[in-house]
């Protein structure tokens, strides 16, 4: 585990928002979201074993290497976390990212690659129904994360795409779902997901997590 520090200066054209200097210290309502938390997860994660059971079936009968895969992105305070997903690409997908430069630098543009040719198809359907993100429940039962809150990121993504905002994202404990999954996702531009992964730290509130 380590913590990063964040980047000084930025250039995103983001709105004014203020967040109090106190935002980050509410301890009902931490204890609140925190016995919805793993209310939640623990209660997901046993009602939908079998789902889990097929994915892990499917994932293993159609593509060689690990059911799970662990990446480390950045959680509450900049402390660094391994977060879990079922795998959707290759198993050597991250090599072969490395291993291509001109396709890197397209990554780290948005973190993201429309028709990614090292995504399975089983892999496909997966993030279709976002069902390849079902295993981060594990991480909210850990404490890592929460049901609800800014969506996990990279180290370098957290670097050097969200700039000054980076300490107010990392104020609360990533989330399995946000305000930015719910309003469009990928048909949103990065810059305006940034501004709503601040939006959801200024607003958030026990009824606020519960409506999202």
Known sequence: MRRISPPPGGSLLLLDIPIPHDHARRPVYDAAKRCFDLFVAAMVSVLLTPLWMTVAVLITLTSPGPVIYRQVRVGKGGQTFLCYKFRTMIAD??????????????????????????????????????LDELPQMLNVLRGEMSIVGPRPVQVKELEDLFGPW?????????GLTSLWAVSGRSLISYERRIALEVEYVRRRSFVYDVLL
């Open 93 to 130: 997908a991250d090599r072969l990212l490395q291993m291509d430069p001109e396709l890197a630098r397209k990554f780290e543009t948005a973190w993201k690659l429309p028709n990614d040719h090292r995504v399975t198809p089983v892999g496909r359907w997966l993030r279709k129904l976002s």
């Open 166 to 174: 980076a300490p107010v994202v990392t104020m609360v404990k990533p």
